[in-house]
């Protein structure tokens, strides 16, 4: 980002945050899309931003970061507001101005921003830093205009004496749009990604930087509620949908890397499957061989995400009752706890595995091509509006999960798994679109959705019990044993399944929302 200021200047920042290894954007300089664009050579200088808050964190809770920059010699002061992530794009508010010294002067700000800190600054204290060496320039062809900065150097965390307390390394690029059609911005990321290894950020500097600072753990996050204009057009309904399903997928990247959390591996293979499911629902409006390419890049992560997944649910779901089950006989608890250290030792495994494709280039390359399609289609001045499409589409997949689970009972396991997967469609189009429908219906039918899918999801996963032990194991013996023995022991659980899901059913097709919709 540009160091130049303007005193009382405010502005609005649409920035990609590209991640590398230490020392991995040397090579950005020199590559044929950069210096293509290069008017004149970039510049290099150490960059020392400090970051102040109360001892309370109070600006970070109320999503502000309050940060003094010194470049050569000069400082200058930065509140910026946490703003949101579309389609991996960061959307920010920014006041700045010059400062005398490296003290932050909050009355020095535009009066908006000043009321806002005024009740914090006689608590103000250094949290944290980043100290870089940047390099950057700005970008143009003259139909679009981009700045692009490397940053390699250091996090560090403050104690409450201002010493160093802890640091961890950074190194990213980040492109700020400035001018022309934010895609190209895409474009340009896709042309670096092709020649040196990085991952698509998620997490900005002030977010790093509290996390260190205050020993922050990270967690897990759902998919989003979208709210969509009620004269929103089909393609800028797909944008937010599809942009919702990205951020959903990178705002559980640090905690799927850092711990390989059970909640985390679900988030994020939940959202590769939203994502799968809205490319598949918004077909009219996307090009055919995308969608193809991102229907396998998404399915591809799925599948290394599920072999964690089905290892953690058999933990929960087989081995842990069993073993807890006081009739569970003595010979089968010593094979389960014998059992247990290696599909541990498997989980280990499976995760070193989805982790390497997830932070492989090709998953970049994927999710910046997402965005860029995002991008266009949030462009798009269409007026197709979404609204008759929703409708449409939600009639027509409610008639099909009704149709799919008529005698539910008498079903294959097969059959059933084809339920779920039905029932997964309507649910995630009902969320995708819920903002169309009054909120009370709508939550009752999607309830009503939720807990057919879990339901459903108990009985797959009692089905695929030994598919899942061979997988986990090379002890046939073992696998029958133990599958034998929890499908028998899951059998009144499988009765009760069955004679739920079919009173959820009569609940799903008495409850028809977007019926109700259509006649407004």
């Not at 700005?138 to 307390?165: P, Q, Y």
């Not at 989003?224 to 057009?233: E, H, R, V």
């Not at 009639?395 to 084809?418: C, N, V, Y």
């Amino acid at each position: 980002m540009s160091e130049a200021g303007v005193s009382g200047a405010s502005e609005s920042e649409i920035e990609l945050k590209l991640l590398a290894a230490p020392g991995g954007a040397k090579g950005l300089w020199t590559l044929p899309a950069v210096k293509a664009l290069l008017s004149k050579p970039p510049r290099a200088r150490r960059v020392r931003t400090v970051y102040h808050d109360t001892p309370e964190a109070d600006l970070m809770r109320a999503g502000c970061a309050l940060r003094v920059r010194e470049v050569d010699g000069k400082f200058e002061q930065h509140l910026k507001t946490a703003g949101s992530v579309e389609g991996g794009l960061f959307k920010r508010h920014e006041w700045r101005s010059p400062l005398a010294s490296a003290t932050p002067d909050p009355p020095s700000l535009p009066p908006e921003a000043a009321e806002l800190l005024a009740p914090f600054a006689a608590a103000l204290r250094p949290v944290f830093e980043t100290d870089v060496e940047r390099t950057d320039a700005v970008l143009s062809n003259g139909v679009f205009a981009v700045e692009i900065a490397a940053d390699d150097g250091w996090v560090r965390a403050f104690d409450a004496a201002g010493r160093v307390a802890r640091e961890t390394p950074l190194c990213e690029i980040e492109l700020e749009w400035r001018a022309g059609p934010a895609a190209h911005v895409f474009d340009l990321a896709l042309d670096i990604s092709e020649r040196l290894p990085l991952v698509v950020g998620w997490q900005s500097k002030a977010e790093r930087g509290y996390a260190l600072a205050l020993a922050l753990a990270p967690s897990a996050r759902r998919a989003a509620t979208l709210a969509l204009a009620p004269d929103a057009s089909v393609s800028r309904a797909a944008a937010a949908i599809l942009g919702e399903g990205m951020n959903h997928f990178l705002a559980n990247q640090p905690y799927f890397e850092s711990h390989g959390a059970v909640e985390a591996v679900h988030q994020m293979r939940v959202a590769c499957r939203r994502l799968r499911a809205a490319l598949s629902l918004f077909r009219p409006v996307l090009p055919p061989d995308e969608i193809a390419a991102f229907r396998d890049g998404f399915r591809d992560l799925a599948r290394a995400l599920g072999a964690v997944r089905d290892i953690d649910v058999l933990e929960a779901q087989v081995l842990a009752p069993l073993i807890e089950e006081p009739l569970t006989p003595d010979a089968v608890r010593e094979r389960l706890e014998a059992l247990r250290p290696r599909l541990a030792q498997r989980r280990i495994e499976g995760l070193a595995k989805a982790a390497d494709l997830v932070r492989a280039p090709e998953t970049a390359r994927l999710l910046l091509r997402l965005g860029r399609r995002v991008t266009l289609l949030a462009a798009d001045d269409s007026a197709t509006p979404f609204g008759e499409f929703a409708d449409e589409t939600l009639k027509t997949r409610h008639r099909k999960l009704a149709r799919r689970a008529r005698k539910l009972k008498q079903q294959t396991p097969e059959d059933r798994h084809r339920v779920r997967i039905a029932a997964k469609k309507v649910r995630y189009a009902a969320e995708f679109f819920r903002a169309r429908y009054g909120e009370k219906p709508m939550s009752r039918y999607l309830d009503a959705l939720g807990e057919l899918q879990d339901v459903l999801g108990d009985l797959n996963d009692i089905a695929g019990i030994a598919d899942v032990l061979e997988r986990a194991i090379d002890d046939e013996r073992s696998v029958r044993l133990i599958a034998g023995y929890a499908m028998g022991w899951h059998t009144r659980r499988m009765r009760a399944c069955l004679d739920e899901a079919e009173e959820i059913l009569h609940l799903i097709r008495k409850a028809q929302p977007f019926e109700s919709r259509a006649k407004r």
